[in-house]
């Protein structure tokens, strides 16, 4: 089983080095999906909403935790993206949560292709 430390009780938004100098507490988080971008870049989906490289990196610019809503639809559409697509579609997707909570898949992917200018 793979697994990889998370942070327990942080701000999700927060930077890593922000939550490594407040002292956070770590706990083991286990990894739910592994699927590939359209480059053929690595991208692993954990419990605690992280979206990481198979090398544990984060989408540049993001902090690389997502709400389950987005995760779970960035799981069964990932493969539609390169790897630096990824920032931004994580940021439109983050978007419309806070518009729409209750979209569904379809309106992610649509929000984003049209966002990437895509359609």
């Given amino acids: 089983m793979f697994e990889r430390h998370s942070v327990v009780g942080k701000d999700s938004s927060m930077r890593i080095s922000e939550i490594v100098r407040q002292g956070a507490k770590w706990d083991k988080a286990e990894q739910i999906a592994r699927r590939k971008t359209s480059d053929g870049k ?54 419309l949560y806070k518009t729409k909570p209750s979209a569904i898949p379809g309106d992610y992917r649509a929000y984003v292709s049209k966002g990437l200018g895509k359609m």
Avoid: C
């Avoid at 544990?56 to 902090?63: A, D, I, W, Y």
């Avoid at 690389?64 to 069964?76: E, F, R, Y």
């Fill in 42 to 95: 690595t991208v692993i989906f954990w419990e605690d909403g992280s979206v990481t490289s198979g090398m544990g990196g984060v989408p540049h610019g993001t902090s690389g935790v997502v709400p389950k809503p987005i995760q779970n639809w960035l799981m069964g559409d990932v493969e539609l993206y390169d790897w630096d697509e990824l920032p931004k579609v994580i940021q439109f997707a983050r978007k």
